[in-house]
């Protein structure tokens, strides 16, 4: 073919698809820089949020439960989905126990665990709800907070926390067997030792304390024939002597 006949063919070509070309080379401009600048603004975002985290933490640090509050809101406001916000909410409980509110902090950790952007933060946030609600003395809300909780990370830590929420509740059985998930677990998250003695001060339930049914008793030692322990006075005991003492 020559030359002037593929350029003729080319410019035919390009006369009905050359829209279709042009308009994707547009599309994915745009769409590159879409993607660009909204990588940049998320990154600009979760700076300006970490400054503000900053800030919150040092107000913790210092027991500053109002301006912790407000820092917190503020966070909240303009950075609702910065993955700082659920730190933010993790410290302020810490500032709300140092100062004896701890209802605050159960609410501050249930708004946690629900925005939670990672199942890691969200275990952290139940982990440390679970203790308020212990030390609450509300022992059926911690086994209703951790039921079905299975966190790789965690799975030491919730048994141990629904020990401690049976044992108060006198489930005896229930509790040791929380406490030995606890000490089955092999990440070692947990004190092993002070587990241990959990478990070994729980006292024993009815059925352990009864003795087990059909089990065969040790026999008490018969006295022998014969002896004075039968009754058998023995050789020397008073009585009608044989047929040549007799004779005497």
């Keep these: 073919m020559e030359e002037k006949e593929q350029i003729e063919e080319l410019r035919a070509w390009w006369s009905e698809y050359g829209n279709y070309v042009v308009g994707g ?3 994915g401009a745009l769409a590159l820089f879409g993607w660009q600048y909204q990588r ?22 210092d027991g500053d439960v109002d301006a912790a509050e407000r820092t917190l809101a503020e966070l909240a406001a303009e950075h609702a989905g910065s993955s700082y916000l659920t730190q933010a909410r993790l410290a302020v409980a810490r500032v709300y ?10 609410n501050v950790l249930r708004a946690a665990m629900a925005e939670a952007d990672s199942e890691a933060m969200a275990a952290v946030a139940r982990m440390r709800l679970a203790k308020i609600l212990q030390y609450q003395e509300k022992f059926d809300e911690v086994l209703a907070l951790l039921d079905g909780q299975d966190n790789m ?4 830590r919730f048994a ?33 030792t002070f587990i241990q003695l959990k478990l070994l001060d729980l006292p024993l339930t ?4 009864m003795p087990v049914e059909g089990a065969v008793e040790e026999p008490t030692a018969e006295p022998e024939a014969g ?8 050789p020397d005991a008073d009585g009608p002597g044989d047929d040549s003492e007799a004779g005497e």
């Design 25 to 27: 080379v547009v599309i």
């Design 153 to 156: 990370g965690f799975t030491a």
């Design 40 to 61: 940049g603004a998320t990154a600009g975002s979760e700076i300006a949020a970490s400054t503000v985290y900053d800030t919150l933490a040092d107000h913790v640090a």
């Design 160 to 192: 141990e926390a629904r020990g401690d929420a049976l044992t108060a509740l006198e489930r005896y059985d229930e509790a040791r067997a929380a406490y030995t998930l606890a000490l089955a677990d092999n990440g070692q998250t947990t004190d092993v």
């Design 206 to 209: 009815v059925a352990e304390a």
């Design 227 to 234: 002896s004075e322990a039968a009754g058998d006075p023995g």
């Design 97 to 106: 126990m140092d100062n004896n509110r701890d209802e605050d902090a159960a």
